[in-house]
């Protein structure tokens, strides 16, 4: 039996806009983001998508790319392990200072190791299959990074690109392992 599950990265916040490193810091959604959302939403009504669960990071910005996913009128968890890759002293700052945008493959020891992040998100899919029924469809709302290092991690999709600001992912589960469906940004070309 399976379990259908589209993991979809939050809209467009201020942080991303300004390109600063947003992780465990928290900016809202702007007005772009609001549109790509709303994008999105309307992509899973065309496809005739209905979620039976629904499951979200615990930050502002997850949490209110699903409540306009779902016309806000769907319950939903919140979970923890869901939450963004913690980028440590780099938090808040300008993206080019991350060491990677520099040849520089170390990590710094604040930051969070890959290792754990991807831990935490096979965590939550753990949580979000085991709260779902054979035949069930969950959506799950997160973050650009956690998604793409479990996308790539869990499924062997390993040039999987990443997530835009609210595009999908679709995933099917049988047995509890993760089958790569497809991607889509039906928010790609919001402004």
């Known amino acids: 039996m399976t379990k259908t ?9 201020y942080f991303n806009f300004y390109h600063k490193v947003q992780g465990r810091c928290d900016s809202p959604l702007n ?3 609001i549109r790509q959302v709303e994008a999105t939403r309307d992509y899973f009504k065309e496809q ?6 629904a499951f979200s990071s615990t930050q502002e910005r997850a949490s209110d790319t699903l409540e306009i996913i779902t016309d806000h009128k769907m319950d939903y968890t919140r979970l923890k392990d869901l939450r963004e890759k913690s980028y440590g002293i780099f938090e808040g700052r300008d993206e080019f200072l991350l060491p990677w945008n520099h040849h520089d493959d170390r990590v710094d020891p604040t930051m969070e190791p890959n290792e754990e992040v991807v831990g935490r998100m ?6 979000v299959l085991g709260a779902m029924s054979d035949e069930q ?3 799950v709302v997160g973050h650009g990074d956690i998604l793409a290092q479990y ?3 869990a499924t062997g999709e390993k040039n999987f690109g990443g997530f835009g600001n609210a595009s999908v992912v679709k995933l099917t589960f049988e047995k509890d392992q993760p089958k790569f469906e497809g ?3 039906p928010a790609e070309n919001v402004r």
């Not at 599950?5 to 916040?13: E, I, K, N, P, S």
């Not at 096979?122 to 949580?127: D, F, S």
């Open 5 to 13: 599950v589209y993991l979809v990265r939050h809209g467009q916040t």
């Open 31 to 33: 007005e772009t983001g």
């Open 48 to 53: 005739g998508i209905k979620f039976d669960l």
């Open 122 to 127: 096979k965590r939550a899919i753990v949580e």
């Open 137 to 139: 469809t969950a959506l």
């Open 151 to 153: 996308v790539r991690d």
């Open 183 to 185: 991607y889509v940004w």
